[in-house]
């Protein structure tokens, strides 16, 4: 098996393999599986790098805390040769702007560029208006998987089916919206300028006023082994007490 290691420390599992794994040669380019090693961050880096291709999310404790299933890295990697971990399957999502597209597997969200002025927009689900103009920071889409991230952060909420709607900071109480996963959202920018952005891709769409955004599912997903480690409670407990001592 072709297997590429991604992170910022790749050289213990490098050697790890090279020791103790023979079936699996290392390559930079098409590869068969990805190893990210790292945190949550790695994990979308590598997604983006080599889309579709399976994934192995290991933590890297240089970087990110682990937990128990993660402290034996030849174990946990022997879990994967025997067919111990599950298979996750990842929905995508893109926004679109003319012929701009930007692809995300947590979020994709619509900033205000001025921070000292307020982004206005109107919202459409699948050519419905939604409400009446929006003020605020921004807009954005998430999937089941990003809803532990930024949009946790901005509602307070996590979802376990569809896509969700946050609003950033919007003037008037807007109420935040879990939808069909196929459901297509439209938003129209009354007032500029804005920036599409995915996850923590450094990629960014600009909008000016009247341009009109669309957000949606795509076809493309992405496939991860162990994720339900890689992202268990234990995991999430000790990378909040991590950043708050």
């Known amino acids: 098996m072709k297997v590429c290691v991604t992170g910022r420390n790749p050289e213990n599992i490098v050697s790890l393999l090279n020791d103790s794994f023979k079936d699996f040669h290392i390559v930079d380019k098409n590869p068969d599986l990805v190893i990210a090693h790292g945190g949550d961050g790695t994990l979308l ?4 790098t080599f889309p579709g291709v399976d994934k192995l999310p290991i933590r890297d404790m240089q970087t990110a805390v682990r937990c128990k299933d993660h402290y034996s890295l ?15 399957e990842l929905i995508k999502i893109a926004g679109f702007k003319d012929n701009q597209c930007i692809v995300g597997l947590n979020d994709i969200f619509i900033h205000n560029v001025d921070r000292g002025g307020a982004l206005r927009y109107f919202v459409y689900l699948n050519d419905k208006p939604y409400g009446n103009e929006i003020i605020g920071d921004g807009v954005g889409i998430s999937t089941v998987h990003g809803s532990t991230a930024y949009y946790r952060s901005i509602t307070h909420s996590i979802f376990k089916i569809g896509i969700g709607l946050a609003f950033n900071n919007s003037t008037e109480v ?12 439209k938003i129209k920018i009354t007032r500029g300028p804005a920036v599409i952005i995915a996850d923590n891709s450094p990629l960014r769409i600009d909008v000016s006023e009247g341009d009109e955004v669309v957000l949606k ?29």
């Open 174 to 185: 807007t109420n935040h919206l879990v939808l069909p996963e196929d459901t297509v959202i």
């Open 45 to 48: 880096d590598a997604e983006r």
């Open 217 to 245: 599912k795509i076809s493309k997903k992405a496939y991860i082994y162990g994720l339900e480690a890689f992202m268990c409670e234990e995991c999430r407990k000790l990378r909040h007490y991590n950043r708050n001592n």
């Open 74 to 88: 030849k174990n946990y990697i022997s879990s994967f040769i025997s067919n111990k971990l599950n298979k996750t």
